[in-house]
Nanobody, 117 residues
Framework: QVHLVESGGGLAQPGGSLRLSCAAS????????MGWYRQAPGKQRELVAA???????NYADSVKGRFTISKDNAKNAVYLQMNSLQPEDTAVYYC???????????WGQGTQVTVSS
């Protein structure tokens, strides 16, 4: 059973930055795609950033140019650097491994990001 643990969320002002981290039990990140998802109140969970096993990245249009996903296979960690944060980025953020429209693992507890002045 793989357990995903997200951290690094908090309160940020508009235009501010946060860096999220995702750790997993076991060395699972090196050979699979990983992604960051978010779920805002009253909305469906959405994939905002993904990184392939080969290191290629993709982003949702809403975060392109502001968010950067990266991974460290040696540390078994995935990161999401979020810059120029906007109030609409407020959500609970989760990491997981996307497989088409599904995910490989059970969801972790997520980390809350709140952008407000």
């Amino acid at each position: 059973q793989v357990h995903l643990v997200e951290s690094g969320g908090g309160l940020a002002q508009p235009g501010g930055s946060l860096r999220l981290s995702c750790a997993a039990s076991g060395s699972i990140f090196s050979g699979i795609d990983m992604g960051w998802y978010r779920q805002a109140p009253g909305k469906q969970r959405e994939l905002v950033a993904a990184i392939t096993s080969g290191g290629r990245t993709n982003y949702a249009d809403s975060v392109k140019g502001r968010f950067t996903i990266s991974k460290d296979n040696a540390k078994n960690a995935v990161y999401l650097q979020m810059n120029s944060l906007q109030p609409e980025d407020t959500a609970v953020y989760y990491c997981n491994a996307p497989i088409s429209r599904f995910v490989r693992y059970s969801w972790g507890q997520g980390t809350q990001v709140t952008v407000s002045s």
